[in-house]
């Protein structure tokens, strides 16, 4: 779960901003809220509000980014591939910062860095509680000796153990983070005691997914689905309850050297499928044409392509439909149907860019409204960025659930809660927001300096 996160001059954030799942002091919609872990208690859900180039997706951005260098590391001899705030001056020469903090496996943590396109001058891990923090380990570039590795160290009592910690933060490049290259050495294999490490890594390979309004036309969305029967009840009954008008659905084998993926793509899955460290045993791979599940049967990859079945008027057949024949609204709400399942599942963490994409504002709505009232006892969470102000309702969410995102006058963009106003708990608040008393909308300027237009 996710409990904050803060970044710091990385696109269009310029000061320290901070993302909090923490509830608030409001008593309302109380399964909304995870049991305490360790004295801290988390939100199920919460949806970020704000114009167009509001800093919306740049905060979703910031997560993504710092999954991936966890996760995938930077190419040696080559600079971190990000971009600053551009617009003061004064911070060009300055180090961006990015920090989470998580709960997972029973435990609280903080992990975060400061770096530059040049060098990670900071890390550091810190198992956390209210009023209390255990540092892991901590890293700064511009100290003889940059790491300190006392808690870890610590804890083991074999020499060559202690030795091989020492030389794998010794041996992590400047441009690498440290989780990063535990997760690639392998030193799960050749140290003990290294489980809050590996906690963390986990936390971003198997619970966080981020997902941007075109991943369904480049990598695909990756879920843990069921055995094919099971996944076609699945399919057909929420298919039926959003009204698609679908009758039925089907699987049929592909030959993988016959679908419009690309090799290096379905190479990579299969490398994430066998890996020993992921939780997902099935892949559904949308393309501009069609839906896959790509799944390892006999250590060979094995490829089925999903079809929608539509009863022929008049004749009694089935007609057989692939997914580019289907609108954009039914597929985008194909592409829901197992991240929802995920969620109930428990322990993800969705974080979705424009989720109401090509969805009628009833289905976004019904989707969050049966997430939320199926997870009572599910830990998972749902993070949307979105501009469907039908959303924006306390009957559906609490007041620390609702987040808006502005810019200011310099082009930095801000976070900040409806926590923050003093809105009653039954103030219907969609109005407040279009009419601009919360900030996040466009401000939209006068027609009469449309000159080119106001010639014609």
């Known amino acids: 779960m996710l409990i904050r996160f803060n970044v710091e001059n990385f696109l269009s954030f310029e000061g320290r901003e901070m993302f909090s799942m923490i509830p608030g002091k409001g008593s309302l919609k109380s399964e909304h809220k995870t049991k305490k872990v360790k004295g801290i208690s988390v939100l199920k859900s919460a949806v970020l509000f704000g114009a167009n180039a509001s800093g919306k997706s740049n905060l979703i951005k910031a997560i993504a980014f710092g999954q991936a260098l966890v996760m995938k590391g930077s190419r040696p001899d080559k600079p971190i591939n990000y971009q600053k705030f551009r617009l003061n001056a004064e911070l060009l020469n300055k180090d961006s910062r990015i920090e989470y903090e998580i709960q997972h496996r029973g435990k609280n943590y903080a992990y975060g860095f400061t770096f530059n396109k040049d060098v990670i001058q900071e890390e550091w891990l810190y198992e956390i509680g209210p009023g209390t923090e255990q540092k892991i380990f901590e890293r700064d570039s511009r100290k003889k000796n940059s790491f300190d590795l006392s808690y870890m160290l610590g804890k083991l009592k074999k020499e060559e153990e202690?030795?091989?910690?020492?030389?794998?933060?010794k041996g992590t490049p400047n441009n690498q983070l440290f989780l990063s290259e535990i997760r690639s050495r392998k030193v799960k294999e050749n140290v003990s005691k290294i489980n809050d490490l590996l906690n963390v890594i986990d936390w971003f390979q198997n619970a966080l997914k981020v997902i941007s309004p075109d991943d369904k036309y480049n990598v695909g969305l990756r879920f843990e689905l069921k055995?094919?029967?099971?996944?076609?009840?699945?399919?057909?009954e929420f298919l039926s309850y959003f009204d698609t008008g679908i009758d039925g659905v089907c699987?049929?084998?592909v030959d993988p050297e016959n679908i419009e993926l690309p090799k290096r793509l379905l190479d990579d899955i299969k490398e994430d499928l066998m890996?020993?460290?992921?939780?997902?045993?099935?892949?559904a791979i949308s393309t501009p044409n069609n839906t896959y599940f790509v799944s390892i049967k006999d250590d060979d990859i094995f490829v089925e392509k999903f079809m929608t079945k539509h009863s022929v008027r008049g004749s009694g057949e089935i007609e057989k439909f692939d997914t580019r024949d289907e609108s954009d609204g039914t597929n985008r709400v194909m592409d829901f149907i197992p991240l929802l399942m995920d969620l109930l599942k428990g322990n993800n963490v969705f974080i979705i860019d424009e989720m109401e994409r090509s969805l009628h504002p009833n289905l976004i709505y019904d989707l969050l409204d049966l997430f939320l009232s199926k997870a009572e006892h599910v830990n998972s969470q749902l993070i949307l960025a979105s501009h469907e102000s039908s959303l924006l309702t306390q009957k559906l969410l609490r007041k620390d659930e609702i987040w808006f995102v502005v810019k200011d006058q310099?082009?930095?963009?801000?976070?900040?809660s409806l926590e923050q106003y003093n809105v009653r708990f039954d103030k219907e608040i969609r109005k407040d927001y279009l009419l601009g008393r919360f900030k996040a909308i466009p401000r939209i300027g006068s027609r009469a300096k449309l000159s080119v237009i106001n010639k014609i």
């Not at 055995?227 to 057909?236: I, S, V």
């Not at 310099?410 to 900040?416: I, P, T």
């Open 251 to 253: 699987l049929e084998r």
């Open 410 to 416: 310099f082009g930095a963009s801000r976070l900040h």
């Open 275 to 283: 890996s020993k460290k992921s939780e997902i045993r099935r892949a």
């Open 227 to 236: 055995d094919d029967a099971e996944l076609l009840t699945l399919f057909e």
């Open 162 to 169: 202690k030795q091989f910690l020492n030389f794998t933060a």
